[in-house]
């Protein structure tokens, strides 16, 4: 592992890989979980592999199993399934700068293996690394795919056999949510647009009460956050030096991922 | 009701298409097109609201949409403590297992 001297022999896949471990590695207990949950609600190893393959999504397969265990009729879940899948068209919108001029196939391979986890990867490298391709990212995602896929096929079959709390295993998924957030908080305005979300997503939640609440309030927020650094773009000259847009140092420092380098290079 | 294999089949196909659909429009559409400077400035703010918003949900939301946060103590030290690795490591690996294994023994001991 010499990650501070990259080799530039290093064929890409090997890059990539070590790329994706970090996701890949997390994916294994959220993965077991989730197959020990969907063989709780009567999926079968084969329907497990299969619904990880097709439905890519961490809290997607979670709501299927939860819904399941309940005796949800078929078209509810499936209308959950389509609000929780919702917010991907605001994921989708935000990468696709990155795809331009990519074939038809390419798109739909790109939108099938699609995901929180995925996206937070591979727009945190497509927008620093400028070596980062589409197609690296394609590839990061099937890295994720086939690590997930595996893991919830292992849980499914161990299933039977394991007592675990499961809450607590899903928090995994919480705790990736929590790091992206804080991988994103790059300037004053973004810490205060996060704590307008709790605001937002609470009030929104309950008053919907489905998770289309939570496609609201992110676009609700999303879109106050803009305007707010839209408007200060507009009526401050040097913008860039204004208490609430200006980047934050990075504690820790990013040896690989060349955090924010083409924004702080004014 | 108890559902047959068949069914599980079903529901997956008809899970796939609805999860299909809305990623794969947007990225379709905007493939060829240009795409308008306001637009990604206004998507520069979409991870950060989702993942804040679905944090919130897995937090202090229940499966009936209340707001509670009883017995959820151990998610929320461990949600602290994540933020605090993921602010100071900028790992992802270290950020997700070290808050597995906070809640694990937070659950133990609260």
């Known amino acids: 592992m010499t990650k501070q001297v990259p080799n530039p022999n290093e064929p890409r896949w090997l890059t990539n890989l070590k790329t994706a471990m970090p996701l890949n590695i997390s994916y294994v207990p959220i993965g077991i979980a989730c197959g020990i949950l969907l063989h709780a609600a009567g999926f079968n190893t084969l329907l497990t592999a299969l619904v990880s393959l097709m439905v890519f999504s961490g809290g997607a397969q979670f709501l299927i199993a939860s819904m399941l265990t309940i005796n949800s009729p078929l078209l509810s879940i499936v209308i959950m399934m389509f609000f ?42 497509l927008s620093t690394d400028k070596k980062f391709t589409a197609q690296d990212a394609l590839q990061i995602e099937h890295y994720a795919l086939i690590v997930w896929t595996i893991s919830t096929i292992i849980g499914s079959l161990v299933g039977s056999s394991l007592s675990i709390n499961l809450t607590v ?6 705790a990736l949510f929590i790091y992206m957030i804080v991988m994103q908080m790059k300037s004053l305005l973004k810490v205060l647009i996060i704590l307008l979300t709790i605001v937002l997503a609470i009030a929104f939640m309950l008053l ?20 707010v650094e839209s ?19 990075n504690p820790a420092g990013t040896p690989e991922d060349k955090f924010d380098e083409e924004e702080e290079t004014e | 009701m108890e559902w047959n294999s068949t069914q599980h089949f079903w529901l997956i196909i008809l899970c796939f298409v609805v999860a299909f ?3 794969f429009v947007p990225l379709a559409f905007f493939r ?23 944090v919130v949900k897995d937090l202090c939301i229940t499966s009936s949409y209340t707001l509670s946060v009883s017995g959820k103590a151990p998610e929320l030290v461990a949600a602290l403590i994540v933020f605090i690795i993921a ?8 950020s997700v297992i070290l808050g597995l294994a906070a809640v694990l023994v937070l659950a133990v001991f609260i």
């Open chain 2, 21 to 23: 659909i809305p990623r």
């Open chain 1, 84 to 125: 929780l899948e919702l917010r991907y068209a605001l994921l989708g919108s935000s990468i696709s700068k990155y795809l331009q001029g990519k074939s038809f196939w390419f798109t739909v391979l790109f939108a099938v293996s699609l995901n929180d986890e995925t996206y937070a990867v591979n727009y945190l490298k």
């Open chain 1, 231 to 249: 408007w200060i773009r507009s009526h401050y000259e040097k913008y860039k030096k204004n208490r609430l847009l200006r980047l934050f140092k």
């Open chain 2, 32 to 54: 060829t097109r240009k795409i308008p400077k306001w637009f990604n400035e206004w998507m520069g703010y979409i991870p950060i609201a989702l993942f804040t918003s679905l």
């Open chain 1, 208 to 227: 919907m009460k489905s998770t289309l609440g939570l496609v609201v309030s992110t676009l609700l927020a999303s879109f106050i956050g803009f305007f």
């Open chain 1, 169 to 174: 295993v899903h928090f995994a998924l919480t």
């Open chain 2, 87 to 94: 602010y100071w490591t900028r790992s992802m690996a270290l």
